[in-house]
């Protein structure tokens, strides 16, 4: 059983729905990452959670850390937000343990 | 630059050849991070520098793996004798830290090498 696990793992949507990510972990953690690839290997940094919620434009994530689960929403989604979502967990080591994403398609 | 830079961006290897990966973190960050990424999978954790020293190499897969960062800046990830399996993407992301205190930087990722071990 992987230590960070990611639902689902394929998500298409049209223009304009709210869309909603989930990561669910196993081990103690520090803080939790959301983290965007788009195709070509990039990844952006989206939030570094420890506690509640944080909102930036149309993304919001929050994390529970009692049930150790986070949710990345997204709304009114874009086709441009198309990419792979992915939630990383740091240990108190400063190491990341990373889900293995969610692809993300949205249409027009 | 701005951000975490990597070279070569692409990189295509003979099995049992010798190849050596470089990261160029973001100026003044110190801690730096090597990942491995295969086909479809997400990033899985190789080493850890703070500045010069390699505080945790857990998950180098194995002794052909070695990575290096001497004056705490730039550092390269080194495999010898590359095997197909070695094939991924390669990433490195370097963040500041911090010895005590809530947890509040992010780590900042390079764009990746891509390796092809034919």
């Known amino acids: 059983k992987n230590e960070v696990e990611q639902s689902p793992q394929n998500l298409t949507a049209q223009e304009g729905e709210f869309i909603t990510i989930n990561c669910s972990y196993s081990?103690?953690?520090?803080?939790l990452h959301w983290l965007q690839q788009h195709p070509g290997g990039g990844i952006v940094s989206l939030f570094m959670?420890?506690?509640g919620k944080k909102k930036h434009g149309r993304l919001i994530a929050t994390i529970n850390i009692q049930e150790k689960h986070s949710s990345l929403h997204i709304t009114a989604s874009h086709p441009r937000d198309s990419a792979v979502y992915i939630c990383a967990v740091r240990l108190n080591t400063d190491k990341l343990i990373f889900g293995t994403g969610t692809r993300l398609q949205v249409f027009p | 630059g701005a951000g975490v830079s990597q070279s070569p961006r692409y990189k295509v290897a003979k099995r049992g050849q010798d190849v050596a990966l470089r990261c160029d973190p973001i100026?003044?960050?110190?801690?730096l991070f090597w990942y491995q990424q295969a086909l479809g999978q997400g990033p899985e954790f190789l080493t850890y520098f703070q500045n010069e020293a390699q505080l945790d190499k857990s998950g180098l897969p194995s002794d052909r793996f070695f990575a290096e960062r001497p004056e705490g800046s730039v550092s390269t990830l080194k495999i010898q004798r590359t095997q197909q399996e070695d094939s991924a993407v390669y990433l490195c992301?370097?963040?500041?830290?911090?010895?005590?205190?809530?947890?509040?930087?992010?780590?900042?990722f390079g764009p990746g090498t891509r390796l092809t071990v034919l």
């Open positions: 959670l420890s506690s």
């Open positions: 100026s003044g960050h110190v801690s």
């Open positions: 992301a370097s963040s500041f830290w911090r010895e005590f205190g809530p947890l509040t930087d992010t780590q900042y």
């Open positions: 081990v103690g953690i520090s803080a």
